[in-house]
């Protein structure tokens, strides 16, 4: 017999489901239109680092979202190689912090 407790915890977590993949569809789909999959995965990498590369470089470090975010919307030369970043400039500043906030989240 399922208790309040229980209940209550079943709730949360099927609640939880809907919001999750509502929000990992959003990140997809605006990883795709910012053009950021042309050039990077998630574990290995393409023409540019792995985002979990990016995330293991920044770890740790207080302005790492701000100086992310500096990167994508700027373009960068020499973080990672020979190859350039082209700059992201037409994304908005609410688009660029939700990227590399997920980036920065992204674990091995």
């Known amino acids: 017999m399922m208790t ?3 209940m209550l915890l079943a709730s ?3 609640g939880s489901f809907p919001v999750a993949f509502a929000q990992d569809k959003e990140m997809k789909e605006l990883l795709q239109a910012s053009g950021c999959m042309s050039c990077h995965a998630i ?3 393409v023409v540019g680092p792995a985002f979990q590369a990016i995330a293991a470089k ?4 207080a302005d790492a979202v701000d100086t992310l975010t500096q990167s994508v919307r700027n373009g960068s030369r020499g ?6 970043m082209p700059p992201h400039s037409s994304l908005s500043g609410d688009d660029l ?11 091995p």
């Open 58 to 61: 920044y770890k740790g470090q």
């Open 79 to 84: 973080k990672w190689g020979r190859t350039p």
């Open 4 to 6: 309040t407790k229980h």
């Open 97 to 107: 912090k939700k990227l590399t906030t997920w980036v920065l989240a992204q674990k």
């Open 43 to 45: 574990d290995e990498k």
């Open 12 to 14: 949360a977590l099927l």
